[in-house]
């Protein structure tokens, strides 16, 4: 039995506190200064007219020790400090701070904040979001809970909030489902994960964070289990079922999986930790979900990599083309364990082996471990949770897609983040190291009108124009062919060492790269966000294929582009980047892609507003960024072939789809 008096508040008299819990543990502004005084003042006083008459009026909501929100009015102000958000409270960095630093916030109007609202994204009317919670297929209804602010838009004052929809895509919104008003998770309901029972019945475990700032595990289960909507939740009176374990930090016990069964019928769970900075796993059977026993050993643990958050824990089939319940275990399967490091805010997995006997995992490749190895998405992807969805016998893949742009900004339109399109997932058979992700196939429905482009030849150093009616919406398969001489030709290359994120970008030039498309980009190219490949080839005449997304600073980037623009080739000199606009993320995205003997290199790229979600090669690599152009919005977005190569011409095929919205809405009449 653990300890529980150091970590928990004191039992009060009404009952609030009660736990008699059958919980086994062992465990720059410028200045100007002006010669004429009378002239200053006219200066000042006309400032000061245009900002009381001119201003947004927004809220400053500052984080107390424990993560809940004091809110004060303040006024507007071109540069605002950064604010971070989170860590005090025993969580990652929430704040996206890291991007914006301490630039002057972009004078944004109205129209251009509008038109970054997504339109088949999930995201709630209003108001913060971030990490997916228990989504799950039950009586008709996909349901999905999220890490939710009611208040402001920006992280606190977290509960969850819930949608459903009959095909992942067409979102109706439903009343909260649980709410920050118990002892156990006053300062927070947080994380947790969904588990069907044999019944039908459904559990739902999650983090709390108490009045005291600890870190607790807490079961909440539904009112009604026929209601198909499942609206209104019940918190067990007995919460907390589980507290941190002796040497575990009270703030380091979090986000409990989906259960699965052993092979003795019982229910294992494992739960996000640290052991100074050695990323850990830890291991509960229960038969209850009330009573639990913590295991010797860890599921798994790999040094350096820090506090692991929102672990999953799933097979995977070597030999089926569909998902597996998540029990499911034996000849052909393999396991994916999943951890979100708090350290650096990115998403590791890797495949490995699972011992049922001692619940411990052990990666095919310990040189790709969780942590130091592949990531389900090298862009702004975190906190990604998956369910088994029964109704169509997959594994689904759902991500919080965090904003870049700056908290100002955030405040201003109201809202912020999105989740990701939800993804099938599966074991790459071909490389028998990577998943492949890829957009449900429900997406397929918002397409409206398409358009094929056939054998589109782009030479070195060029640039193509692709006839789009609107490109702020769109569904784009494109595949390129690559002359095979030209790569017999091609010497070892100085860029044998490139690496997407320390490059140069689309800027950069090698002799087979890069070359790929220019999405949200205006005619002029004064904006634009690059999503292509870059090859490498070593003096030992192996070829290396890089996939990447470029929105750097990098200013003549893309020159001598010669773009043809109805009878005339004009020669442009292009800046390479996602939006002019300060106080927004400018960073190069991407990693190192397998190419197997025979395939061609394709694209997929969903484009919805302000985001992009980007396949490399039916997805074994993963890009998704967050743009905010200020130009290359509604009707001037547009769509460009690019080749910046110095000795590859290439071929493209590409389909392009118009996307309908997915107009999700409040469910009628709750």
Known sequence: MADIKPLLPVSSSDGSSNLTGPVTCRRPIKVVVSIFFALLTVGLFAALLIRNNGSVDYVDVHENEHGSLAKTAFEKAENLKPVSRGPAAGVSEKSNWVFGGDLPDYPWNNSMLSWQRTAFHFQPEKNWMNDP???????????????????????????????VSKDLIH?????????????????????????????????MLYTGSTTEGVQVQNLAYPADQYDPLLVHWVKYPRNPVLVPPPGIGPNDFRDPTTAWLTSEGKWRITIGSKINKTGIAL??????????????????????????????FFPVSETENNGLETSINGPGVKHVVKASLDDDRHDYYAIGTYNDRNGTWIPDRPNIDVGIGLRYDYGIYYA????????????????????????????????ASVQSIPRTILFDKKT????????????????????EFNQVRIQAGSVVPLDIDSA?????????????????????????????????????????????LLVLADERLSEQTPVYFYMTKGSDGNLKTFFCSDQSRYVWCLSRF???????????????????????????????????????????????HSIIESFGQRGRTVITSRVYPTKAIYGAAKVFLFNNATELNVTASLKIWQMNSAFIQPYPNL
């Not at 998943?435 to 409206?448: A, F, G, H, K, N």
Request: charged letters at 20%; one cysteine or more; a negative charge.
């Open 133 to 163: 919670n228990g989504p799950l297929f039950y009586k008709g209804w996909y349901h999905f809970f999220y890490q939710y602010n009611p208040n402001a838009p920006v992280w606190g004052d977290i509960v969850w909030g819930h949608a």
């Open 171 to 203: 979102w109706l919104h439903l009343p909260l489902a649980m709410v920050a008003d118990q002892w156990y998770d006053k300062n927070g309901v947080w994380t947790g994960s969904a588990t069907i029972l044999h019944d039908g019945k459904i559990v």
């Open 283 to 312: 291991v509960y059977d229960t038969k209850d979900f009330i009573n639990y026993e913590m295991l010797d050993g860890l599921l798994h643990a790999v040094p350096g990599t820090g506090m692991w958050e929102c672990v999953d």
């Open 384 to 415: 990604a949770k998956t369910f088994y969805d029964q109704n169509k016998k997959r594994r689904v893949l759902w991500g919080w897609i965090g904003e870049s742009d700056s908290e100002a900004a955030d405040v201003k339109k109201g809202w």
């Open 432 to 451: 028998g190291t990577h998943l492949l992700q890829w957009p449900v196939e429900e997406i397929d429905s918002l397409r409206l009108k398409g358009k």
């Open 472 to 516: 702020t919406q769109l569904d784009i398969i494109a595949e390129f062919k690559i002359d095979s001489d030209a790569l017999e030709k091609a010497t070892g290359s100085s860029d044998a060492s490139f690496d997407c994120v320390t490059s140069g970008g689309a800027a950069e030039r090698g002799a087979l790269g890069p070359f790929g």
């Open 562 to 608: 010669f773009i043809n623009i109805g009878a005339k080739n004009l020669t442009m000199m292009s800046c390479c980047r996602s939006s002019k606009a300060s106080g927004v993320d400018k960073h190069i995205y991407g990693s190192l892609v397998p190419v197997l003997r025979g395939e061609n290199l394709s694209i997929r790229i969903l484009v919805d």
